[in-house]
């Protein structure tokens, strides 16, 4: 995780058809909308997932076919298919050799991450965050800015598909580009090159509403789907600013030339937002604050506007399994909460190394337990919930208190599941992290001594990642079953 890498643009040739892409092993069936992620055939099935996920552990050092064959259990003769496949795709390449305790040295083999991509999509209440990863995991182009999330359907769809064909198009390449049947790249050029760029979202004159993403920091304005940009407006209508609609163009139809199919190397987009939602079936529910987003079917709209799998999960979720399989030293043990506190609070929980959604995906609202009968009213109708308490004491600037009431929660969670680790993220915990990990390391301890818990207290950790953690794990949402873990 929150690993930035300029990559040497080796690339995998397209052949094949189209699959159904990976969000039925994560959650769902994702609409595809094209041949996007065609080269990507050679890992969809079970044992090859197993073979790449070995690859990408082993790192840059490789590991040898006979390596692969004793941990996958599979015999050498379809190890050896499989990474001819993998390495004829270009997803596999040779590390050298390494010396054998009898017979020739064994060859040993190495993922090439740049074969493949996914988006991740963070839609926060005020933000939008789109990174675009490798296989690795490795960030090679983002772009984040500020987007009301309120401001309608045409709007937050115009931006978010405008945000993800400019890092597509700045780190792969345009749709089609290359000639695969001649062993060309399905991309422009060598991923990754040029310096990592931020630019604001829907940034231009005041009342326009964000139905657009601007560009790069160094070259400010906005790009396709802002009128600053010469795109004119969203489509879907000119009313940026009305509710979103369950169908028609203002919500799912297609954008012309937004569409991803020919991005042989993209697996799809992942997109992460406050819940409740419908992990399954992509459609959003009340989310806290945004009423008028209930019944929304996010993952199909965007997925017959880009035409690419989408899998949609809440922001907590997805950054719960970013660090389940990124192997970050900080996330300790196989079972985790993951506490984010940005506009909102939530948790993602990690037990026995899988997120844990609960059978309507509504696990980890963590925010809207309620500490304080008698409290301040929460958004979400109650009063005294965590996340008013929380969010209240931080806003008038008593990070302390703030600390102290998320530590109760968190104790709260940790008695419930007996967890191995609680991790702190989110916007509002970065402005002053050693002061939440103080405070929530401080209630989690006076609870350990007066239980006589042994061992001592949770660890209580800040994520690795800072605030690009959540669209990194949503970018996994699409990778982690390529590598044999579906079970996220």
Known sequence: MNRTRAATGTTATTTGTAAAGPGAAAGGTPRSGGAAGANLGAVRSHNAALVLGLLRDAGAEGISR??????????PQAVSKITARLREQGFAAEAGRRASTGGKPRTVLRLVPEAGHAVGVHLDRDELRVVLVDLDGAVVEERRGELDLGAGAAAVLGAVCAAVREV????????????????EPAR??????????????????????????????????????GSEAGGGPVAGGSEAGGGPVA??????????????????SLVGVGVA???????????LHRVTGFPGWDGFPLRDALAERLGVPVVVDKDTNAAALGLAVGGAEEVP??????????????????????????ARTGAGEFGHQVVQLDGPLCECGNRGCVEVLCLGAAARGEVAEAARVLGVAAGNLVGLLDI???????RTVARTPEAYVRGVTEVLGARAR????????VPVRVVPGGERVVAEGAAQLLLAPLFGRGDV
Request: glycine share 34%; net charge negative; hydrophobic share 30%.
């Open 420 to 426: 191995d680790a609680v991790l702190l993220g989110g």
């Open 188 to 225: 422009g050029g060598p991923v990754g090159e040029g310096p990592l760029r931020e630019g604001p979202v829907g940034e231009g004159p005041a009342g326009e509403g964000p139905d657009a993403v601007g560009g790069a920091g160094d070259r400010g304005g906005r790009v396709p789907g």
């Open 247 to 264: 169908g028609g163009s203002g919500a799912g139809g297609a954008v012309p030339g937004a569409g991803l199919a020919g991005v042989g």
């Open 450 to 457: 007066r239980e006589g818990e042994s061992g001592g207290p």
């Open 66 to 75: 006979l390596e692969l064959a004793e941990r996958t259990g599979l015999t």
């Open 168 to 183: 597509v198009r700045e780190g792969v390449g345009e749709p089609g580009a290359g000639d695969p049947e001649a062993g």
């Open 333 to 358: 043990g196989d079972s985790f909460a993951y506490l984010h506190l940005g506009t909102g609070l939530g948790a993602g929980l990690v037990i026995g190394g899988s997120v844990h959604r609960g």
């Open 273 to 283: 937002l406050p819940g409740p939602l419908d992990h399954t079936h992509g459609v």
